[in-house]
């Protein structure tokens, strides 16, 4: 069992800023990465970063790459997401996932996931 809690989320203006975390607790032994995900109203969950336990590599969604930053504490069992120069489109619940694969994107790849954080930016 494996569970994961989100928090961080809330109402900014475009432009601002929001970190979002992820606890993750339970058996962790089989965890090779930690995920972000987001799903806007009537759209389909969508990959947004992800990174490596072994070695903290990296990989987001080009329509992040440059404002979001990934990062994990030292006892592997955290991840951040630093949110930056948001924009209206960036609207969501951001949902925290863990897989045993390597730096997957494909949401079928990950076996556990977070209950959610709403993130809401205004134009």
């Known amino acids: 069992q494996v569970h994961l809690v989100e928090s961080g989320g809330g109402l900014v203006q475009t432009g601002g800023s929001l970190r979002l975390s992820c606890a993750a607790s339970?058996?962790?032994?089989?965890?090779?990465?930690m995920a972000w995900y987001r799903q806007a109203p009537g759209q389909e969950r969508a990959f947004v970063a992800v990174i490596s336990n072994d070695d903290g590599r990296t990989t987001y969604t080009n329509s992040v790459k440059d404002r979001f930053t990934m990062s994990r504490d030292n006892a592997k069992n955290t991840v951040w997401l630093s949110m930056n120069s948001l924009r209206p489109e960036d609207t969501a619940v951001y949902y925290c996932?863990?897989?045993?694969?390597?730096?997957?994107?494909?949401?079928?790849?990950?076996?556990?996931w977070g209950q959610g954080t709403q993130v809401t930016v205004s134009s």
């Open positions: 339970g058996n962790l032994f089989s965890i090779n990465a």
């Open positions: 996932a863990v897989t045993d694969y390597g730096l997957g994107t494909q949401s079928y790849q990950y076996d556990y």
